[in-house]
């Protein structure tokens, strides 16, 4: 049902910022909470973010608070993930996740989602 392609990635200093993208196929984008997940190296995927459908509502890690903007444009069939103040313990390969809800104010931080993108590589130097 959805194809998911991160794009925007990067080499970044300290202090930096980047802008994730992540577009999807399909004609019911908005059928579907959105999520962002990071894994760096010898290290477990953790979640980062999450919009439920409309876009209306959002839910970050702690450590990503203030700094982090995730958003959606379901005309364009597409998430993004506003990266500001990035920090070398933000480097990773971040993902994108879509998961069929039925409820449309669902925020969704678990990993069982049912699509995911190929990642795109963020790497923050000291």
């Known amino acids: 049902q959805v194809q998911l392609v991160e794009s925007g990635g990067g080499l970044v200093q300290t202090g930096g910022s980047l802008r994730l993208s992540c577009a999807a196929s399909g004609r019911t984008f908005s059928g579907y909470v959105m999520g962002w997940f990071r894994q760096a190296p010898g290290k477990e995927r953790e979640f980062v973010a999450t919009i439920n459908r409309d876009g209306s509502g959002t839910y970050y890690r702690d450590s990503v608070k203030g700094r982090f903007t995730i958003s959606r444009d379901n005309a364009k069939n597409t998430v993004y993930l506003q990266m500001n103040s990035l920090k070398p313990e933000d480097t990773a390969v971040y993902y994108c996740?879509?998961?069929?809800?039925?409820?449309?104010?669902?925020?969704?931080?678990?990993?069982?989602?049912?699509?995911w993108g190929q990642g795109t590589q963020v790497t923050v130097s000291s």
């Open positions: 996740a879509a998961k069929w809800v039925r409820y449309s104010g669902t925020l969704y931080y678990r990993t069982d989602y049912d699509y």
